[in-house]
């Protein structure tokens, strides 16, 4: 189903977004690590973006946008698609 595998997707960028920020967080001069981060957040952002315009909102607090009706309340949430 394409909907897993953008969620899986998802997941995996978020997971090295989240690892190569904290790596930068003690090696903040590191060009490399900055530059896979910036090409992993990106990706992340699109494949989200494309997510959200075709299933629904995956953040809630103001970082998803939400059709009218305010979609955040129809289903599948995003743990539901596995």
Known sequence: MYDK?????????GF????LNLYLDTHP???RAISDYNVIQ???ENKRRIYE?????????GMSPSKYPWEWLDGPWPWENE
């Open 5 to 13: 595998k953008l969620m899986r997707d998802i997941q995996q960028l």
């Open 16 to 19: 090295a977004a989240l690892d």
């Open 29 to 31: 001069d590191c060009k």
């Open 42 to 44: 990106r990706q992340y």
């Open 53 to 61: 315009l075709n299933v629904g909102p995956l953040i809630n607090f």
